[in-house]
């Protein structure tokens, strides 16, 4: 999922964005949830680095996007920013925070689709994690937000992933730490899931990308709480 904040006091503006991040969200396949606020000073008040991606106008009423943009780059790096703008003379001033690019008003789908293309690009470059694990042949990596669950068999640990499975050497406990504070929950002794793809969860089971799991019945409480810190978070 994609945390975009869009940023703008305009309403018709601000419905037209939003119409079009639905519309691309249906060409691309992407996933989106959109916070909306209606002036700078309202991102800015008790920011969290939560957001993938930042849709800024500049123009605002109580705090212009540029100094909003300054506020935010003080407590998140890595976040991308687009300003939104009919106004190209602050365009060169958006790189002293780092903006990807800008949209001028009006704003067309495409110009607008092209923006978001370059800003999906840059997110993924910047938030992709990597785990190496040991192989026979040597070590191999592990894109994080691929894997869905890990499990013990015999004495290896197979790790599922969205393209494949395959089987390495190593612990569970040693990857459960290695994965600490990456939404991962071990369910039981023998499996270690990603709670991203957790689908449903029925008794003592869970159901991690259509593979129903085994919950260690002191440890499903725990699950759900877990669940629920996560979806709570990716919702925010």
């Known amino acids: 999922m994609v945390r975009i904040a ?21 060409e691309s396949g992407e996933n989106f949830h959109i916070s909306i606020f209606t002036d700078g000073d309202e991102i800015v008040e008790e920011y969290k680095a939560i957001y993938d991606i930042i849709l800024m106008d500049i123009e605002m ?8 943009a300054e506020h935010i780059r003080e407590l998140d790096q890595e976040v991308v920013i687009i300003f939104i703008t009919n106004m190209p003379q602050y365009v060169m001033k958006g790189y002293t925070v780092d903006a990807l690019d800008y949209v001028l008003k009006p704003i067309g789908y ?19 994690k990597f785990v190496t694990v040991p192989v026979k042949s040597g070590i191999r990596k592990i894109d994080v937000s691929e894997l869905t669950f890990i499990e013990v068999q015999d004495h290896d640990l197979v790790y599922h992933t969205l393209k494949e499975s395959f089987a ?15 939404h991962f929950f071990r369910c039981n002794k023998c499996y270690l899931v990603n709670l991203e793809y957790v689908e449903a969860v029925q008794n003592n089971d869970v159901s991690v990308g259509g593979t129903w799991i085994q919950v260690s019945r002191s440890k499903k409480k725990a699950l759900l709480d877990a669940l629920n810190d996560y979806m709570n978070e990716v919702s925010k």
């Open 110 to 128: 495409y110009a607008f689709s092209q923006r978001i293309d370059r800003a999906l690009v840059r997110m993924k470059r910047r938030t992709r």
């Open 168 to 182: 390495a050497r190593g612990a569970l406990s040693d990857v459960e730490g290695m994965l600490r504070d990456m």
């Open 61 to 68: 009423k109580f705090m212009d996007g540029m100094t909003a």
């Open 6 to 26: 869009l940023v703008e006091d305009d309403p018709i503006y601000r419905k037209e964005l939003e119409m079009y991040l639905k519309k691309y969200e249906k």
